[in-house]
């Protein structure tokens, strides 16, 4: 019994290695495949920047990159590190002809006090429901995940990060994303 049992495993081992996994999973859910187009979406969010507008879409973003970061919860430590990274990152990632986005399940009201209150410069969009967080594999009820998403002017996912540490992955995303665009032809 021992023999059949070993060559079952070796069997089984031998067809993942050649049929290698169909799909990346992380804690969130399926992730999305480099050189994939990525899901639209339409949500509202608040911006200091852009205070008049109400929705965002990812076509608002389509012909420049696009650093679209989920994570927990506005007002928390990690969430709050991650996100001043982003702000001080910020004109450097404009240079670079990107934009940064954050989207969590807060509310529009939260995430309108969050960028009053750390002064960002760009919009964070509220999915209080998980819609979106769920089509980018960032999505544990009732919070969305700290995933990061490198798209493209395209909208082609480029670079993704799953199970961030905020200390330092804003800086992390634009060494990403310089390298990309002074490698590739986009």
């Known amino acids: 019994m021992q023999r059949r049992d070993l060559l079952i495993r070796t069997g089984l081992l031998m067809a993942a290695v050649c049929l290698g996994p169909r799909s990346v999973s992380a804690l969130g859910g399926a992730q999305l495949s480099i050189g994939e187009a990525v899901p639209t979406f339409q949500l509202p969010g608040s ?75 760009f919009p964070l969009l509220s999915d209080p429901d998980g819609t979106v967080s769920k089509a980018y594999g960032s999505w544990m009820a009732p919070y969305s995940l700290r995933h990061t998403f490198l798209i493209d002017p395209n909208g082609v996912l480029r670079e993704r990060w799953v199970a961030v540490r905020p200390n330092g992955h804003a800086k992390e995303v634009l060494d990403s994303l310089l390298n990309l665009q002074n490698n590739t032809s986009v």
């Open 47 to 121: 911006s200091r920047s852009d205070k008049d507008r109400s929705l965002w879409s990812l076509s608002d973003f389509q012909g420049q990159w696009l650093a679209l970061y989920f994570y927990p919860r506005d007002f928390t430590g990690g969430c709050t590190l991650e996100a001043r990274g982003f702000q001080t990152m910020h004109q450097s990632f404009r240079d670079a002809g990107a934009q940064v986005v954050g989207i969590s399940a807060d509310s529009v009201d939260d995430h309108t006090s969050f960028c009053d209150s750390e002064e960002l410069s």
